[in-house]
C-alpha cells in the first residue's frame, strides 16, 4: 500500500490563496513533493 498521493495543483492553489505568490508556492510544493515521496508508512515499515 502507497502513501496517499499529493495534490500539488490544489497545494499551490491553497498557497497563493492564503497570500504566496505563484513563484514562492510552487517551489514550496516542490520542496513538499520530492520529499512526500521519502514518507514511511505503517505498511512499509511493519516487520514481515
Given at each position: 500500500?502507497s502513501?496517499?498521493p499529493?495534490?500539488?495543483?490544489?497545494?499551490?492553489?491553497?498557497?497563493?490563496?492564503?497570500?504566496?505568490?505563484?513563484?514562492?508556492?510552487?517551489?514550496?510544493?516542490?520542496?513538499?513533493?520530492s520529499?512526500?515521496?521519502?514518507?514511511?508508512?505503517?505498511?512499509?515499515?511493519?516487520?514481515?
Open positions: 500500500m502513501a496517499a499529493f495534490d500539488s495543483h490544489a497545494a499551490v492553489k491553497r498557497l497563493t490563496a492564503s497570500g504566496f505568490d505563484e513563484r514562492q508556492a510552487e517551489a514550496l510544493v516542490e520542496t513538499l513533493a520529499r512526500h515521496g521519502d514518507l514511511v508508512t505503517k505498511a512499509t515499515c511493519a516487520p514481515r
